[in-house]
């Protein structure tokens, strides 16, 4: 790599991070402006017109805002805690394409790459928690690490099973395998899986458990604040939108849409850009209707419910795939899978008896007039 080639890819980069941060601030506002609304509240409407310059405002506090750091932390840790969580989520928008032209490496193996950064991200979490020293932030970190690990399977299968219907695992020529039908009506279980399981890695309502406010006060971030928290908060918003872009090339056609010519140029970057802002506000829609699951609940509907289905998945593609058999067959087994599914854990809801609890009270010396 030549000096010229050097210079390029630092100044894509940081085009990039500049890109990503407006994006950042443009889903903070719209994700506050939209839960008020849910909520039938104006939301930000003060600074700037709409509110519009509110996002501003608060990353300028965030910037301006004193670093406290307790004395018992591990201070090496808990600097670099923030980036190891940041530079993953960052790095995986160097191989994802925006329309065919309009990304920075288009890589043969991008869902690789993609899939082997992404699962840094834990080493981050579980450090910030340990670092603190706050019983809190370790019992959130260990809570992040035991929901991502669970969460990442039935990802990792969703992304294998696109990668073996397009026979590639190489995102632009993904999308443009669905030039003609998109992935998301072929393959309407892999779909499910994973953006049921993005959301999960995401950490959102309502897989919201490791930095659960009414049980662990924030887990790992909870000894954070400043500048330092504010890194944590980009790399969720920017893990927010990637997720919402992975969604759109792997299963609804990426820049594509019937009857536009895959190479519109900046036609293909609105369709792009209005495919992942309707995905991003089904996430804050989910935010503010659902409410957080328990932590058993959790680890059983990953383990017991999307991992199984996760090779269900696989195995009945590979039939499809084996035989020769027609793109709608793929679609009706699918579609019946998700039924039945759906109708046995709403069944088991309504049927489930609610947990009882039993309370004892400790009454000194009692131990002692017993064995007595």
């Known amino acids: 790599m030549n000096l010229l080639d050097t210079v390029i890819l630092i100044s894509s980069m940081l085009s990039l991070l500049t890109a990503l941060s407006v ?9 506050r402006k939209f839960l008020g609304r849910i909520q039938m509240r104006m939301g930000p409407m003060h600074v700037g017109p709409f509110g519009l310059l509110q996002p501003i405002a608060d990353a300028v506090k965030l910037m301006a805002k004193e670093d406290v750091m307790s004395s018992w932390v591990d201070r090496v840790v808990y600097w670099f805690a923030p980036l ?5 989520s960052f790095m ?3 191989t994802i394409p925006v329309t065919r032209d309009l990304v920075i490496r288009n890589m043969d193996m991008g869902l690789f790459y993609i899939i082997a950064f992404s699962v840094l991200s834990i080493v981050g979490l579980v450090a910030a928690g340990w670092a603190s020293s706050n019983k809190y932030a370790v019992m959130g970190g260990f809570r992040a690490a035991a929901q991502l ?8 299968l969703a992304l294998l ?4 219907w397009a026979q590639s695992m190489n995102l632009v020529e993904i999308v443009h395998k669905q030039g003609s039908v998109p992935f998301a009506l072929i393959q309407p279980l892999g779909l499910v899986l994973f953006f049921v399981a993005g959301l999960a890695e995401l950490g959102r309502t309502p897989f919201d458990i490791h930095p659960a406010e009414s049980e662990v006060v924030g887990g790992p971030f909870v000894e954070y604040s400043g500048a330092h928290w504010a890194v944590f908060f980009l790399a969720e918003y920017i893990n927010t939108f990637a997720i919402a872009a992975l969604t759109v090339l792997l299963f609804l056609g990426g820049w594509l849409f019937p009857g536009i010519p895959g190479d519109m140029g900046y036609l293909g970057i609105v369709v792009f850009l209005v495919k992942t802002y309707m995905v991003i506000l089904v996430i804050f829609w989910i935010r503010g209707t659902y409410p ?3 932590i058993d609940q959790l680890m059983s509907l990953g383990w017991k419910v999307l991992v199984p289905l996760s090779f269900v998945n696989i195995v009945i593609m590979s039939f499809c ?5 027609p793109d709608w ?8 899978i998700i039924a039945a599914v759906s109708w046995e854990l709403s069944r088991r809801m309504r049927t489930s008896p609610a947990p009882e609890y039993t309370v004892k009270l400790y009454v000194p010396g009692s131990e002692a007039s017993n064995v007595g």
Do not use: Q
């Not at 994006?23 to 994700?31: G, H, P, Q, R």
């Not at 190891?84 to 993953?88: G, I, L």
């Not at 690990?149 to 990792?156: G, K, Q, V």
């Open 84 to 88: 190891v969580v940041f530079v993953p």
């Open 161 to 164: 099973g696109v990668a073996m």
């Open 292 to 294: 957080r699951l328990r």
């Open 329 to 336: 067959t793929l679609s009706l087994m699918s579609v019946s």
């Open 149 to 156: 690990i669970s969460y990442e399977i039935p990802l990792i």
């Open 23 to 31: 994006v950042v601030l443009s889903l903070t506002w719209l994700e």
């Open 321 to 325: 795939m084996f035989y020769g058999w």
């Open 92 to 94: 995986i928008w160097v």
